[in-house]
């Protein structure tokens, strides 16, 4: 492929502070660029997929989003036949998971809505292979390098102080990308350049994870994936049992409100039977550990506003959780990184087409402010759930989150009777469709009919397929 070089120089180089999904994905569009990228993390990286310091939440299910997959396959062609070969299982989601929503077990039937679900580590290491071989010769990751600053002047980003091996040294870049995630020191750097305080945006529900993988029992249930919610008003707590490679299932329990789930085995088991369906229980009771119980607490909605400060430094972007960080149990942050990265690329493109010569002013500005907009959606759906919760922390919700919450609420009411929503819905959450979808006439209406009830217990089973249901009740009336 020929590659055009942005900066006018022979050695142009970009620099990607953080080697997880967010800084893996830039690094693989900046290739196309810039003559050289550098990727840096603090942590040595592993070369199998394995757990490592940088990244506590690998221990916790991944959903990786269809919109994300398709981004990834995009990106990487190719990539979904070789999670597939890694042992990556196939779900079709709206066949093959039963989500328990507040008002009922979701509807089962065939919509071809389907991804590769793994590990973690897995996703993250088969990206990392991809996008090194996608750069071979031109980029490099230089592993247990602490970023620790900013190197420029109030207008110009031109590199970064790292520490290696406690010696500290400068790299210097025609464009620093910050993807070192949700503990990012940006704000605190921009601020040591002389920038203003960065202003934040927090919506906290409390919710805390615990998780352990299982090997598969033989006896498996009809299902892959198993989703039992939360419930406001009735039950904090909630559950997922996500089918990885290898035969095993991560096992995720939820706790909001501080009801947070234990690392005892014990009670880790009391926890999962007291979600709203026994189901959940009864599938993991028997089955075989691989691992100790780990937690994970640092779950608040955190949005940071780069985009409104009134003066943004040449050379530098930050994107991934370092902007915009979710609360993870609705599964955002992968995906959101994707189409990070996708506005990345439309953004170095205009940049060709508005300086031919590879001049890089005014790009990383309005990086930052199409990365907001892009991050707006995801940010609406999250935060408007987590304001049902009573004792949630941030600034009172706006007549948007409002109404995003209420009629969220409905169509998830509808949706448990009607296959159609379901799809609508998911196809919506998976960032796959906009949101508009929801509004369109044969959805409105129906969830406008429908009382939002929410059901205290779900004992029974989830269901059928939808088309044996059918059958069957057809069966009953004759
Ligand atoms: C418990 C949990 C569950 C989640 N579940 C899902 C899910 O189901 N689906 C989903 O899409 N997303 C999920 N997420 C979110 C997802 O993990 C992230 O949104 C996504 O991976 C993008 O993160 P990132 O690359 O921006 O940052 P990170 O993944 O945090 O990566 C940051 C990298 O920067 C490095 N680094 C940090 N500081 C420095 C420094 N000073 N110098 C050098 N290197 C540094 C770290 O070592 C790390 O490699 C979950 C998150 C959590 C916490």
């Given at each position: 492929?020929?590659?055009?070089?942005?900066?006018a120089?022979?050695?142009?180089?970009?620099?990607?502070?953080g080697?997880?999904?967010?800084?893996l994905?830039?690094?693989?569009?900046?290739?196309?660029?810039?003559?050289?990228?550098?990727?840096?993390?603090?942590?040595?990286?592993?070369?199998?997929?394995?757990?490592?310091?940088?990244?506590?939440?690998?221990?916790?299910?991944?959903?990786?989003?269809?919109?994300?997959?398709?981004?990834?396959?995009?990106?990487?062609?190719?990539?979904?036949?070789?999670?597939?070969?890694?042992?990556?299982?196939?779900?079709?989601?709206?066949?093959?998971?039963?989500?328990?929503?507040?008002?009922?077990?979701?509807?089962?039937?065939?919509?071809?809505?389907?991804?590769?679900?793994?590990?973690r580590?897995?996703?993250e290491?088969?990206?990392?292979?991809?996008?090194?071989?996608?750069?071979?010769?031109?980029?490099?990751?230089?592993s247990?390098?602490?970023?620790?600053?900013?190197?420029?002047?109030?207008?110009?980003?031109?590199?970064?102080?790292?520490?290696?091996?406690?010696v500290?040294?400068?790299?210097?870049?025609?464009?620093?990308?910050?993807?070192?995630?949700?503990?990012?020191?940006?704000?605190?750097?921009?601020?040591?350049?002389?920038?203003?305080?960065?202003?934040?945006?927090?919506?906290?529900?409390?919710?805390?994870?615990?998780?352990?993988t299982?090997?598969?029992?033989?006896?498996?249930?009809?299902?892959?994936?198993?989703?039992?919610?939360?419930?406001?008003?009735?039950?904090?707590?909630?559950?997922?049992?996500?089918?990885?490679?290898?035969?095993?299932?991560?096992?995720?329990?939820?706790?909001?409100?501080?009801?947070?789930?234990?690392?005892?085995?014990?009670?880790?088991?009391?926890?999962?039977?007291?979600?709203?369906?026994?189901?959940?229980?009864?599938?993991?009771?028997?089955?075989?550990?691989?691992?100790?119980?780990?937690?994970?607490?640092?779950?608040?909605?955190?949005l940071r506003?780069?985009?409104?400060?009134?003066?943004?430094?040449?050379?530098?972007?930050?994107?991934?959780?370092?902007?915009?960080?979710?609360?993870?149990?609705?599964?955002?942050?992968?995906?959101?990184?994707?189409?990070?990265?996708?506005?990345?690329?439309?953004?170095?493109?205009d940049?060709?087409?508005?300086?031919?010569?590879?001049?890089?002013?005014?790009?990383?500005?309005?990086?930052?402010?199409?990365?907001?907009?892009?991050?707006?959606?995801?940010?609406?759906?999250?935060?408007?759930?987590?304001?049902?919760?009573?004792?949630?922390?941030?600034?009172?919700?706006?007549?948007?989150?409002?109404?995003?919450?209420?009629?969220?609420?409905?169509?998830?009411?509808?949706?448990?009777?009607?296959?159609?929503?379901?799809?609508?819905?998911?196809?919506?959450?998976?960032?796959?469709?906009?949101?508009?979808?929801?509004?369109?006439?044969?959805?409105?209406?129906?969830?406008?009919?429908?009382?939002?009830?929410?059901?205290?217990?779900?004992?029974?089973?989830?269901?059928?397929?939808?088309?044996?249901?059918?059958?069957?009740?057809?069966?009953?009336?004759?």
């Amino acid at each position: 492929m020929v590659k055009y070089h942005l900066v006018a120089n022979d050695d142009s180089h970009a620099l990607v502070l953080g080697a997880g999904i967010a800084g893996l994905l830039a690094a693989r569009v900046l290739v196309d660029h810039f003559s050289r990228v550098t990727i840096i993390d603090r942590d040595d990286l592993p070369e199998k997929p394995e757990n490592r310091n940088g990244i506590p939440q690998a221990h916790h299910a991944h959903i990786l989003f269809v919109r994300g997959q398709r981004i990834l396959e995009n990106l990487f062609p190719g990539m979904i036949a070789e999670l597939t070969s890694a042992g990556a299982p196939t779900v079709e989601w709206t066949a093959d998971c039963p989500i328990l929503f507040q008002s009922g077990w979701t509807p089962r039937f065939h919509s071809k809505l389907v991804t590769r679900t793994c590990s973690r580590q897995l996703l993250e290491w088969q990206i990392r292979q991809r996008v090194m071989e996608y750069g071979n010769g031109q980029l490099s990751i230089l592993s247990s390098c602490q970023v620790i600053g900013l190197h420029g002047t109030k207008t110009h980003v031109t590199g970064v102080n790292i520490r290696h091996e406690h010696v500290e040294e400068i790299i210097n870049a025609d464009l620093v990308v910050d993807a070192t995630g949700r503990e990012s020191h940006m704000a605190d750097w921009l601020q040591e350049l002389g920038y203003p305080a960065v202003k934040e945006t927090v919506v906290n529900s409390f919710l805390g994870y615990a998780s352990r993988t299982y090997r598969q029992p033989r006896n498996r249930p009809d299902w892959k994936a198993l989703f039992v919610m939360s419930n406001p008003g009735i039950s904090t707590r909630g559950g997922l049992i996500y089918p990885i490679e290898d035969n095993s299932w991560v096992v995720t329990l939820s706790g909001r409100q501080r009801d947070y789930p234990p690392t005892n085995e014990a009670e880790f088991f009391e926890f999962a039977h007291s979600l709203r369906s026994p189901v959940f229980y009864e599938a993991i009771k028997d089955a075989e550990p691989l691992t100790p119980i780990h937690r994970y607490r640092r779950t608040e909605n955190r949005l940071r506003h780069f985009e409104r400060l009134s003066n943004w430094p040449d050379g530098l972007v930050v994107t991934g959780d370092a902007v915009c960080a979710y609360n993870p149990v609705y599964g955002q942050g992968m995906t959101s990184a994707g189409l990070a990265a996708l506005v990345l690329h439309e953004c170095l493109d205009d940049q060709r087409k508005h300086h031919p010569k590879g001049d890089l002013t005014g790009l990383a500005r309005r990086f930052q402010k199409r990365l907001a907009k892009s991050n707006s959606v995801p940010w609406l759906m999250a935060t408007a759930e987590d304001y049902r919760w009573p004792e949630v922390e941030g600034a009172p919700p706006n007549h948007a989150t409002r109404f995003v919450q209420w009629y969220t609420h409905k169509v998830m009411a509808a949706a448990v009777q009607s296959p159609d929503i379901f799809q609508t819905f998911f196809e919506v959450t998976n960032l796959v469709k906009s949101p508009l979808n929801l509004f369109k006439p044969h959805i409105l209406v129906r969830a406008l009919m429908k009382h939002s009830e929410s059901r205290s217990a779900e004992i029974s089973a989830p269901p059928l397929f939808w088309h044996k249901r059918e059958t069957l009740e057809i069966a009953q009336i004759k």
